[in-house]
Each structure stands twice: as C-alpha cells, then as structure tokens.
C-alpha cells in the first residue's frame, strides 16, 4: 500500500524555440555569430511567448460524464429492453460525450451488490431485464468497455460499495444474492438493505467483486460516489451495534466507522493496483468534508458534513495516498449560501496541494433548468464555474452528472461549456504512479490528398494530430491550442491544407515524438 506519496515534480513544458538557419563565410564568422546569437535570441523570446500555455486550451484535462444505472436514471432508459436497444441507446450516449471532446465516461456497473456484468459473485442487475437475478443475455460489459475506446473515452467501471438492495426484504432478493446467503452482513436502515462497514467479512466481499472486474475486463479506472455509510434519514438508527462491541477495541463509535471506510478504501486501492497496475482508483465524495464551524482546516460553508454524517473522511484518503484522484460533487451555485461553489472549488484545491492525488469536480448538470433556485436557472452559471477553475492550477478536469442531460442540454448549458472549454480536444491528465511509457513516433506517414495514414504503433490506444499554423511556431507540447483530433484509428482526414503533426499515446496518455506530414488539399 503507498503511504504519504509525495508530490510528482511536474514535467516543465519547455517552449521550443525555432531559429533560422544560416550559412556562415570564414572572412565574417565572427560578426555573423554575433548577430545570429542576437537575432536567436529575440526569435527565441518571441516564440516562448507565443507557446506560453494558453489556459483556453489546456493540452491535459479530464472531461468525463457519470452514466448512472441506477433506477434507469441514464441507461438503459428503462427495465427490460432488448439487447439491441440497450447498445443504441448506449452509443447515443457516448455520441453526445465525444461531440462535445469528452474524454472518459463513469458508467455504474454495481449500482447495489447486483451486476450489469456476467458475475459469479453477485446477481444480475434488476436495471437491465426488471427481474434480479434474471440473465438479459449478454454480457454488457465488453461491449460497453469497447464502444466507449472506439470513440476516445477512458472507461471508469463505477461501483457503490455498501448498498446491498433497495428492498430490505432479505426474501426478496434472488437465492444467489450474497445478503440473503449471509444475512448477518446487512443491516435494514429505512426501506433499503446495507452490508455492514464494520464487517471484516464484508470488506473482503466489496474487494474480491472489485478485482474481479479489474482483472477480466479492460477497465481503465475503478470509481466509488459519496455513498458510504447511509445518508441520516430522520426516525432511523444504523444499528452496528453488535459490531462496534465486537470490534470497536475502545475507540467512539464515530471514529471506529471512519477507520472502516478508510481500511475498504486503503484495501480497494492496493487490490486495483496489484490486479493491473494501470488501472486508476478514484472517489468521488459529497462536497463538504467539514465546515469550518466543525474543524479550523474545513471549508467556510454550513451544509452537511460528510466526515461526521456518512463517515467519509476524503481528506485522510489524500493523506494516505488511498486514491488516485478525488471527485468531490460541488452541485452548488456560486451564490448559495450554505455552500458556495466560489469558496469549495479553492479549499479541495488546496487539500491536494503538496500530494500528487488528482482533483476533478463533480459538475451538477442535472440542476441546470431548476427553479428552485435563481442561479440554476441562468445557462451561464455552469460554464462559469469552469472559468473559475481556470485560475486553479491543482483542477485537473470536471465530470458532470449525468449522462441523460447531454441528450437534453438544458438551456443550452453544456454546449456553451464545450464551446467555451472544450473547443479544443484534451490529453487525459498524466498520472505517473500508473506507470506506462510513450509509444514510438508513427512512421511511414503520409497524405494522399485530404486523407492521412501511418503505420499502427506498437503500444498505442490512441493518436494525436495537430495542425502547425502558419507562423510555424510548434507549440503541440505546451498545450492543446493547435491540437485537432485525437483518433483511435491510425488515420485522419484533414480539413484543411497544412503541415500536420502526428503523435502515439498509451493508454495512460504517455505522448510520442511528433512525426510531420504535409497535406496539400483539405
């Protein structure tokens, strides 16, 4: 397990300068060096300034959409489709996703111990045929994995860790489900059924479902949401009470349930990455850690407390080095007044400061359109608070719930997002503890007509190709301002005339030298 991990140094994007060339006589080296050596110089200032990273374009940034499962929020649109439309409407999805330059794609694939997979740990999921247990059959997985590559998207497999049915009838549930085979796991909290936190049991059975995937599918993350221990609901008691006694070992009781969520989180992340070292393991938390009012180190807000409320502790995850990235949902305005999104988009920014734990926002698309509240209501307020983001180094990216308002576009917002930020498309962001290794330069490029072809790279998930303007600054390295595709497939079709750079990139988005092609028609 890593503990402490320090900060990665960041690689420096060195501008390249380009100097003319010239030819020196014997009788005048002397002075023409100098005047070279001047002349390179200004040059070189010039094209420093033109390559300084546009914060526009932003070569590396994580642009992912939640696809929730879960009572057919997003997909499938309802129990008991066919297969066939299942993977249309799945494909829309995507479709909308890499119109916009998306990048990666959370698709829920456990939404409560159940399985849109081909398990032999947990049942089918209800959300696909409408009867638990009932096999659609398929398996959509690969299918789901595959489409998502084909268009560019880093595949994210969500799970939810403790909920074990949305009925709490035990009876209910297939015979094959692992609460009804072992009752003594769950625990009834309102109208649903919860495994037990504080269950060693129950640890080894979220962790064994978890690798399962990692190690027979081609997943390229793991990802929990906020749920860990149930939100309160007024009227119910959690009853762990037999558990805490028998391994509470003297600590509070609301100490001892944080240690069980951070001993899942610890025991997840070093499963995931002994399975496939590659694969990313993130959280995505409520918002608010602690409010200020509760802790000197929280936020300036005064909504609920997820530390003290559902016993996730996000901030002893980042300390640890548990996870990879955290994702907290800031589905607040930047006027709200318990929980301004102005004043907790710079505290999770500093609470990465100084590790190398990735920050993404979990954007609130869904309340886009609402009328409970004015700010929401303005199609503006969304792409505002990704400007904001600009001016925080340590956002990497933003990921927006969900899916299904893609299709919709409320008031417009999310094309103005694209239009405004993702005009351009974006690099995932590197995470060097992950490993892998820029593939080799294509070769054997070449243009026939519009059309640009090389030979596949060994190693290469995907391509990226840039167009060099016409002042001949080459600045593919800094950010993504001349960046115009990135392709699964070792072609492009160019729009317009110019000279072209072609770079390889793992799965990791570890970029290759730049090969150079000239396109004559476009």
Known sequence: ???????????????????????????????????AAKKKSTESAVVTAACNPDPRHPKRQLRGVWIATVNNIDWPSRKGL????????YTRLLDAA???????????????????YKSSIEPWSQFLTGTPGKDPGWDPLPFLIKEAHKRGLEFHAWFNPYRAAYDASVAELPASHPARKNPGWTVKYGDRLYYNPGLPQVRRHVVKVVTDVVERYDVDGVH????FYPYPAPGSTFDDRAAFKKHGKGMKLADWRRQNVDKLVAEVDEAVHAAKGHVKFGISPFG?????????SGSDTSGMSAYDSIYADAKAWIEAGTVDYVMPQ??????HKLAGYGKLAPWW??????TDVHLYIGQALYRVGAKDEAAWTKPGELPAHLTLNRKLDRISGDVYFSAKQLLTNPLGAIDRVAKAHYARPALLPLMEERGGAAPAKPSGVKAAGSAVSWAPVKG??????????KSGDDCHTTDARNLVAVVSDPSFTAKSAGTYLVTALDRLHNESGAARVKVEAG
């Open 224 to 227: 929990f949401d906020d749920y």
């Open 288 to 296: 608010i850690w602690r409010n200020k009012a509760q802790d000197p």
């Open 1 to 35: 397990m890593r503990t402490g991990r320090p900060l990665l140094a960041a690689t420096a994007l060195a501008a390249v300068a380009v100097g003319a060339a010239y030819t020196f006589g014997p009788a005048e080296a002397g002075q023409r060096k100098a005047e």
């Open 460 to 469: 290469a998930r995907a391509y990226a190709v840039y167009r060099v303007p």
């Open 349 to 354: 920014a500093d609470a990465v400061e100084g």
């Open 330 to 335: 800031l589905y607040w305005s930047r006027s």
């Open 82 to 89: 066919s297969a066939d439309r299942q993977r249309a409407e």
């Open 98 to 116: 890499a119109k916009r330059n998306f990048n990666a794609v959370f698709v829920q694939v456990r939404p409560a111990s159940d399985a849109l």
